[in-house]
């Protein structure tokens, strides 16, 4: 029996979760690149049907070809952990190590790519559908890193429209999220209380709004029509670069040097909350590994020292601007702060990412650690957004929450 930091850690989190949400736990410096998806090219939060296939990649910046493992819990609607047994949603076992892994080929920063598929021969199925945490440790039982993902059943129809704003002080500056909940499937018993719904916006968990009840309830049809409780600040199109090329300078790259690694360096942003709006497609705030001439970028894409910069005034003491993005699990911490250069007037951060197409914004942290994610991009309501609502429900006698329907919408059609 291994008693462990792992599994002291794993203690603390279900103790202290009674009372609060699961935290991720993020990486140190040696794990880049995790990129966590079902059926999407880019990376993004999984919401995967119940029977389908997930993907967890990540390199490790060193080339010991070291052993990890990995750890699957359910967790309930509010991310409390379930009252389930292991046997009662996982076929197969847990705690297994991650078998499948390759070392980068030509590159001047030498890593190992991992790559750990759900399910695999030793975790045949997961069984019940809901919240899901899954932990990578190292072979001394130290977690390196957490995700969060969601299974679904397909037992509603869950119709999703956008629109602007019902507070007129707020009408171009927010986006509403309406949506009906249809069932042919289950026959809802007292809603108000065994319905839960989660709104999320472009993937991120940490704007997500939780726990709506139905306003209007016809038969087995639950409307949600709020005029405040469903609206999210709108913000604006993300700013990208890709550099799949990492010989010349690619969109949004101004020029490259080679030192130790390639470094990019990005043309200078500047703050849009005062500019006009610009319809610019993105992929809204996700990010998507690429590289020139290879058809195995997992491997044969190299790093490189991304140099962001944004050209602005300085802050306030006890105020900071972080680059933030899905490309580092929207982290506000050191790691992601900016630095101001007093000569040239700007704010710097040099990052070490994979090759790839990425979008990101900038975000201000107050010195009471409030953040305001649209600071500096602003909000307009025409912004492209994309959101889901997922469907939690827990019958009378059900010992855990099931996800019983997601629906999608994109405000790219919004209306009054």
């Known amino acids: 029996m291994r008693i462990s930091v792992k599994h002291f850690l794993l203690f603390f989190l279900v103790s202290s979760s009674l009372f609060s949400q699961v935290e991720e736990i993020n990486p140190s410096e040696e ?9 999407t090219p880019e990376s993004q939060l999984p919401v995967l049907k119940l029977g389908e296939y997930l993907i967890l990649e990540f390199d490790v910046l060193n080339g010991y070809e070291d052993d990890y493992y990995y750890e699957i819990k359910h967790y309930n609607f509010d ?3 379930s009252v389930l047994m292991q046997s009662e949603y996982l076929k197969g076992f847990n705690e297994q190590r991650i078998r499948k892994w390759d070392n980068s080929f030509n590159t001047y920063q030498i890593y190992s790519h991992y790559t750990l598929t759900i399910p695999n021969e030793q975790t045949r199925a997961l069984t019940k559908s809901g919240n899901y945490l899954i932990t990578i440790y190292n072979e001394d039982d130290e977690i390196e890193f957490t995700r969060k993902f969601m299974i679904y059943e397909d037992l509603v129809d869950v119709g999703v429209s956008i629109k602007r704003s019902r507070d ?3 009408i171009n500056s ?4 309406d949506f009906v909940i249809n069932s042919n499937k289950i026959q809802f018993t007292n809603p108000k209380q065994t319905i839960k719904t989660v709104i999320v916006q472009n993937n991120n968990l940490n704007t997500a709004i ?12 639950l409307q949600y029509r709020y005029t405040k409780a469903s609206s999210f600040f709108a913000g604006n199109e993300y700013n990208y670069f890709e550099n799949k090329d990492l010989r010349g300078a690619n969109t949004g790259v101004q020029f490259i040097r080679l030192k130790d690694l390639y470094n990019s360096y990005l043309y200078f942003d500047v703050p849009r909350n005062n500019q006009p709006y610009t319809y610019n497609p993105d992929i809204n705030g996700n990010f ?6 290879t058809e195995t970028p997992e491997t044969h894409a190299d790093y490189a020292k991304v140099h962001f910069s944004l050209q602005t005034n300085e802050l306030l003491d006890g105020e900071s601007i972080h680059v933030y993005g899905n490309f580092n699990n929207y ?3 050191e790691s992601t702060q900016m630095t101001y250069n007093e000569e040239a007037q700007i704010y710097e951060l040099p990052l070490i990412l994979k090759q790839g197409f990425y979008s990101y914004k900038y975000i201000v942290k107050d010195k009471n650690g409030v953040i305001d994610e649209n600071a500096i991009s602003g909000n307009f309501h025409q912004t492209e957004n994309n959101y889901k609502v997922l469907v939690y429900y827990r019958g009378l006698g059900t010992r855990y929450d099931r996800i ?10 919004i209306t009054n």
């Open 31 to 39: 794990i880049k690149t995790i990129t966590f998806k079902g059926d």
């Open 79 to 81: 991310w409390t952990p």
């Open 168 to 170: 007129v002080s707020e």
């Open 174 to 177: 927010r986006q509403s999220v």
């Open 210 to 221: 939780t726990n709506l009840k139905p306003q209007y309830i016809l038969g087995n049809e």
């Open 288 to 293: 998507l590994i690429t590289a020139l001439d």
């Open 331 to 333: 982290i506000v911490d």
């Open 404 to 413: 019983i329907g997601i629906g999608e919408g994109n405000s790219v059609n």
